[in-house]
């Protein structure tokens, strides 16, 4: 069974920094590319950040280029995401993501989310 815990939001003030853990279970952790996306109130779901299962390849979504790092700990199963001089507009709920593909099918699995509010 696919399971990915979401922990490390919180309130901060702009910016601060925070770092965002996902707890990945139930599969080949180490070969799993791993995403993390965010959602704010009235908006679509948008990409923050990807890495491949070995780590070699990162990719950023343009509003987090340069303040934002995606990380990989594959002997804890763990993705991480340092969000670095946060601005108000990255308030959002954020996401782990990873794609699983059996006998030809992708299938996408979600964590819960965790909150990130950015103010003063």
């Known amino acids: 069974q696919v399971q990915l815990v979401e922990s490390g939001g919180g309130l901060v003030q702009p910016g601060g920094s925070l770092r965002l853990s996902c707890a990945a279970s139930?599969?080949?952790?180490?070969?799993?590319?791993m995403s993390w996306y965010r959602q704010a109130p009235g908006k679509e779901r948008e990409l923050v950040a990807t890495?491949?299962?070995?780590?070699?390849?990162?990719n950023y979504g343009d509003p987090v280029k340069g303040r934002f790092t995606i990380s990989r700990d594959n002997a804890k199963n763990t993705v991480y995401l340092q969000m670095n001089s946060l601005k108000r507009e990255d308030t959002a709920v954020y996401y782990c993501?990873?794609?699983?593909?059996?006998?030809?099918?992708?299938?996408?699995?979600w964590g819960q989310g965790t909150q990130v509010t950015v103010s003063s």
């Open positions: 993501k990873t794609r699983i593909t059996r006998s030809l099918v992708p299938y996408d699995y």
């Open positions: 139930g599969f080949t952790f180490s070969s799993s590319t």
């Open positions: 890495i491949t299962g070995a780590g070699g390849n990162t």
